[in-house]
């Protein structure tokens, strides 16, 4: 799959989901292409979570331990074992982020209008450890126009 297929696999499926979830496209999109490396990663091949999900009891899907690297507010890196969903297809994990995304810390998300403030929202919620996590999601929206995306789902909802 070429980047711009998955780019268009993922918007599809997120302005599908716009209407129940409220979650902009650019902000789901964007959090696929940079945890799944463009859905090229381990995790996202052998798992459908291209969005870097980590299991809990109870959340309803299967997992899987992976190594990842992970980083501490004063900028040193470390690496855990970690449990990560796992599903059977990418419209699974697709819809998995959103039930994912209902657990309280990150339901201030839902009705965002602005792609900058909900990738800063995400960031600050704890959805990564990166210190440059809301920058990257940012620059992926831009120089991809991922904000299109929402666009269209504006319209829709």
Known sequence: MTNQEFIE?????????????????SLTIAQAILESRWGKSE???????????????????GYRTFKTGEQRPDGTRYN?????????????GIKGYYEFLQYPRYRNLRGIKDYKEACERIGTDGWATSLNYTNNL????????????????????
């Open 80 to 92: 855990v074992n970690a449990k990560f969903c796992s599903y059977k297809s990418m419209n699974e």
């Open 9 to 25: 696999k993922v918007g599809k499926a997120a302005i599908k989901y716009y209407d129940k979830y409220k979650i902009l496209p």
């Open 43 to 61: 995790l996202a091949v052998e798992c459908h979570n291209y969005f870097g999900m980590k299991w809990v009891e109870g959340c309803g899907c």
């Open 138 to 157: 940012i620059a992926l929206i831009k120089t991809h126009k991922l904000y299109e995306y929402d666009k269209c789902a504006n319209r829709k909802g």
